[in-house]
T-cell receptor
């Protein structure tokens, strides 16, 4: 079955450490997205990518970095510059076009600070 | 800046009752999405509304879009326990990049006997 796979499901970060969250999709979607969700809040866009080797900052990109070397993969690195990384991180993808198709979401990664 | 506001934020319903969740947004858009999220889980797409006056129905849920009023509604008919979840609306600002969604805060719906 096609879908979006995020790993790991739970992740712990130590002070000063960078951690990378994996997102892989086999839906053949051009666009991929990373969102952050804090308790009781909606999702906020961190980064998005319309095509391979291209990505754009979202609303809260500071302290995060991404790469898009393959169509299927869009990993997110939470750097030590992100001072409040504890959150639920969701990866999404969508078919090419001007947002006429819904974004499909992975099951998320829950990140906590040790 | 696009702002999306939902109300109510918390909704406790009895089974069998009807209710409406409202989604207001601050600037022009003609694409609006509704998603459902179960506790600790991912988001599931419910509806995509692409034009003024669009109405879509699936089971006990019906969504509509009024772009002139910048308002979408999600109507629940004869609620059942299985509908308990958090519901989000999300909007794409007209003229912005490709699928860039702005989400509302979410409405936590609890349906009880």
């Amino acid at each position: 079955d096609g879908g979006i796979t995020q790993s790991p499901k739970y992740l712990f970060r130590k002070e000063g450490q960078n951690v990378t969250l994996s997102c892989e999709q086999n839906l053949n979607h051009d666009a991929m997205y990373w969102y952050r969700q804090d308790p009781g809040q909606g999702l906020r866009l961190i980064y998005y990518s319309q095509i391979v080797n291209d990505f754009q900052k979202g609303d809260i990109a500071e302290g995060y970095s991404v790469s898009r070397e393959k169509k299927e993969s869009f990993p997110l690195t939470v750097t030590s510059a992100q001072k409040n990384p504890t959150a639920f991180y969701l990866c999404a993808s969508s078919i090419g076009g001007w947002g006429n198709q819904p974004q499909h979401f992975g099951d998320g990664t829950r990140l906590s600070i040790l | 800046e696009l702002k999306v506001e939902q109300n109510p934020l918390f909704l406790s319903m009895q089974e069998g009752k009807n209710y409406t969740i409202y989604c207001n947004y601050s600037t022009t858009s003609d694409r609006l999405y509704w998603y459902r999220q179960d506790p600790g889980k991912s988001l599931e797409s419910l509806f995509v509304l692409l034009s003024n006056g669009a109405v879509k129905q699936e089971g006990r849920l019906m969504a509509s879009l009024d772009t002139k009023a910048r308002l979408s509604t999600l109507h629940i008919t004869a609620a059942v326990h299985d509908l308990s979840a958090t519901y989000f609306c999300a909007v794409v600002l007209r003229g912005t990049s490709y699928g860039k969604l702005t989400f509302g805060q979410g409405t936590i719906l609890t349906v009880h006997p």
